[in-house]
């Protein structure tokens, strides 16, 4: 079965510059979600092949790990498509998982995120269903407005 896929875009509002910064810097990520991320090891220089871990806090529920492998990394068109390797989905079994971010400038201080997930189903099935990919979309929009409020109270990180 071909893979199915879902997409979405939301607004942020902080600089697309600012946000791509902080996606490269794995070691942003505790300190733009905490309480979600505890750590993150980077194996690799940030392009095609780079694996990143992270270490997710057990009191947000949501696994302990997330660990995807780099497959693009498009500074100038500003994407990022990433591997899943290993989460704690709780909306199925996926045989495969695969995410795409594109950061498009919508003003001096704003952007939009436009994410895409190809996804596999284990058992063969076509599709999840539009709740399930409701849950996916909403845990990395979740993960996104955590980086974005962590980027607007600190407004000379990353500029």
């Not at 600012?18 to 392009?47: T, Y």
């Not at 095609?48 to 302990?64: D, E, F, H, Q, R």
């Not at 201080?109 to 709740?131: N, Q």
Request: negative net charge.
């Amino acid at each position: 079965m071909a893979p199915a896929s879902v997409r979405d875009e939301h607004a942020v509002a902080v600089s697309v510059e600012r946000l791509w910064k902080v996606f490269m810097d794995g070691s942003a990520m505790p300190k733009a979600c905490p309480g979600l991320v505890d750590a993150v090891e980077v194996e690799g220089d940030g392009g095609p092949g780079t694996i990143y871990t992270m270490k997710l806090n057990p009191a947000a529920g949501v696994g302990s790990t997330y660990k995807t492998r780099v497959a693009v990394r498009d500074a100038a068109a500003r994407v990022l498509r990433s591997d899943v390797l290993e989460s704690a989905s709780t909306v199925g079994k996926l045989k495969s998982h695969t995410t795409e971010t594109k950061l498009e400038a919508t003003g001096a201080g704003s952007c939009l995120a436009k994410l895409t997930v190809e996804y596999e189903l284990e058992d063969g099935g076509a599709a999840l269903s539009p709740e399930q990919e409701k849950k996916i979309v909403d845990g990395y929009y979740g993960m996104l407005k955590m980086i974005e409020d962590y980027l607007v109270a600190h407004p000379d990180e990353y500029a």
